[in-house]
C-alpha cells in the first residue's frame, strides 16, 4: 500500500463512525496496543509541551522510515498507534513526495484540544523533516 492508501484507509476507517466521540473512542482502544509502560529507547524523544507523557521517535534505516510511539493519555496514544500503522516502514523516496493529510481531511487536528493538536503537528513536522533528509 502506498502513503497516500494509508491515510485514506485511516481516514475512511475514522468515518465509519457517526461522531468524534465514537472516533476518540476507538482512538482510545487503538491505544490498548501499547505497552503499558513506554519502553527505555524512547524516553528521550518526548513531545515538549505536551501535557501528557508523550514519546515519539522516527528515524530512518536504510530506505525506510521507522517510526515508534508512546503516551500515557489514551487518546494521543491511539493517534500515536495509528500513526505507526500509517508510516512505519514507509519507503523514503515515496515519503518524500506525498503529503501527510490524515489529520486534516479526517477533521482530526480540529478535534483536539490545542495542547494535543501541537503534538500531532510536532509528531508530523518529525515526520516531514526525516522524509526529505538526504
Known amino acids: 500500500m502506498t502513503i497516500h492508501e494509508t491515510q485514506d484507509k485511516l481516514i475512511d476507517h475514522l468515518f465509519l463512525f457517526d461522531n468524534w466521540t465514537d472516533r476518540f473512542n476507538f482512538l ?3 491505544s490498548e496496543n501499547l505497552p503499558p509502560q513506554c519502553p527505555g ?3 528521550h524523544h518526548r513531545i515538549e509541551g505536551c501535557q501528557s507523557q508523550t514519546c515519539f521517535h522516527a ?3 536504510e530506505s525506510c522510515l521507522i517510526v515508534e ?3 500515557n493519555s489514551p487518546v494521543m496514544g491511539g493517534i500515536i498507534v495509528s500513526i505507526i500503522k500509517v508510516f512505519n516502514l514507509s519507503k523514503i ?3 518524500k513526495n506525498a503529503d501527510i493529510y490524515f489529520h486534516t481531511k479526517s477533521g482530526l487536528v480540529d478535534n483536539l484540544t490545542p495542547m494535543r493538536r501541537a503534538a500531532l ?3 508530523i513536522r518529525r515526520i516531514s523533516i526525516l522524509s526529505r533528509q538526504t
Open 69 to 71: 510511539g508512546w503516551s
Open 41 to 43: 529507547q524512547l524516553l
Open 28 to 30: 482510545i482502544s487503538e
Open 59 to 61: 528515524y530512518r534505516n
Open 121 to 123: 503537528e510536532e509528531i
Open 93 to 95: 523516496d515515496e515519503l
